[in-house]
Nanobody, 120 residues
Framework: QVQLVESGGGLVQPGGSLRLSCVAS????????MSWYRQAPEKERELVAT????????NYADAMKGRFTISRDDAKNTVYLQINNLKPEDTAVYYC?????????????WGQGTQVTVSS
């Protein structure tokens, strides 16, 4: 059974930092491209950042460049999202995503999300 379990969210003041974690099980983690998405209230889910297998490449949505850093530790089956200088508009549920594309199909898995609330 595939599980992606996010943690690290919470209530933080503007200007603060958080590190989100996502631990994967039931997949060959090192083969998967891992991403973080977020969904704010009444908004569509949007991509935050992606890291390819072996961490060869990272990609950030334009609006996320500079304050967000994605990384992975394949030995721990874990992907991280470091968020600095948090702003109220970063308030959202943050989701972990795992994707692997084979020759004939694509496997996509989602976590349940972790809430990040930025407020004074």
């Amino acid at each position: 059974q595939v599980q992606l379990v996010e943690s690290g969210g919470g209530l933080v003041q503007p200007g603060g930092s958080l590190r989100l974690s996502c631990v994967a099980s039931g997949i060959t983690f090192s083969r998967y491209t891992m991403s973080w998405y977020r969904q704010a209230p009444e908004k569509e889910r949007e991509l935050v950042a992606t890291i390819t297998s072996a961490g060869e490449r990272t990609n950030y949505a334009d609006a996320m460049k500079g304050r967000f850093t994605i990384s992975r530790d394949d030995a721990k089956n874990t992907v991280y999202l470091q968020i600095n200088n948090l702003k109220p508009e970063d308030t959202a549920v943050y989701y972990c995503n795992a994707e692997w594309t084979g020759r004939a199909h694509t496997n996509i898995h989602w976590g349940q999300g972790t809430q990040v609330t930025v407020s004074s």
